[in-house]
């Protein structure tokens, strides 16, 4: 087991402060040590990947269930650094070929095109685990305060027991 101490680490999303251990206590839903350290289980690792996996392999366009908040932003973790580790490679394979980034868009839309699916098939599943219909999605489309209430959504822990979507993936 390995110790960080993240009391000084701080993650920048546009423009936005947010405090690693704020993020993982409330988006993760896991509690913190007393001594604001950080540990990281390696065991973990396998399975957090899995939950992109899974929305890739198994849940590719199944709007039906429940997903957990940690099977939703481990997907969008995961998500984002495809997308950005294709947008370096494509970027300097542009710069060694002499193109103008044609290269590297055409990748990134290629890969965002494969992700759109599972994207809104985790996304519903999610509002369904928090006892919201799919079709709550279409709030997102209100400009600034849209893209608020669906963060705010997917933040929320999921409703107790079984509800008109399935029964509580984590099984309470």
Same mark, same amino acid.
């Given at each position: #087991? /390995?110790?960080?101490?993240?009391?000084?680490?701080?993650?920048?999303? #546009?423009?936005?402060?947010? &405090?690693?251990?704020?993020?993982?206590?409330?988006?993760?839903?896991?509690?913190?040590?007393?001594?604001?350290?950080?540990?990281?289980? %390696?065991? %973990?690792?396998?399975?957090? #990947?899995?939950?992109?996996?899974?929305?890739?392999?198994? %849940?590719?366009? &199944?709007?039906?269930?429940?997903?957990?908040?940690?099977?939703?932003?481990?997907?969008?973790?995961?998500?984002?650094?495809?997308?950005?580790?294709?947008?370096?490679?494509?970027?300097? @394979? &542009?710069?060694?070929?002499?193109?103008?980034?044609?290269?590297?868009?055409?990748?990134?839309?290629?890969?965002?095109?494969?992700?759109? @699916?599972?994207?809104?098939?985790?996304?519903?599943?999610?509002? %369904?685990?928090?006892?919201?219909?799919?079709?709550?999605?279409?709030?997102? @489309?209100?400009?600034? /305060?849209?893209?608020?209430?669906? @963060?705010?959504? #997917?933040?929320?822990?999921?409703?107790?027991?079984?509800?008109?979507?399935?029964?509580?993936?984590?099984?309470?």
């Amino acid at each position: #087991m /390995v110790s960080i101490d993240f009391s000084e680490f701080f993650i920048y999303i #546009m423009g936005w402060k947010i &405090d690693i251990l704020v993020m993982k206590k409330y988006c993760l839903g896991e509690a913190l040590e007393s001594n604001s350290a950080l540990n990281i289980n %390696h065991n %973990h690792k396998e399975k957090n #990947m899995e939950y992109f996996k899974n929305c890739i392999l198994k %849940h590719y366009i &199944d709007f039906k269930g429940r997903a957990r908040r940690r099977e939703y932003w481990f997907f969008a973790l995961f998500a984002a650094i495809i997308i950005i580790l294709v947008g370096v490679v494509g970027g300097v @394979l &542009d710069n060694i070929l002499g193109l103008s980034g044609t290269l590297a868009t055409a990748l990134v839309t290629i890969v965002d095109l494969g992700l759109i @699916l599972p994207s809104l098939s985790v996304l519903v599943r999610r509002l %369904h685990d928090i006892g919201k219909s799919g079709w709550w999605f279409w709030v997102s @489309l209100i400009p600034v /305060v849209g893209g608020i209430i669906l @963060l705010v959504f #997917m933040l929320l822990d999921s409703q107790p027991g079984s509800n008109a979507y399935g029964s509580n993936p984590k099984g309470k």
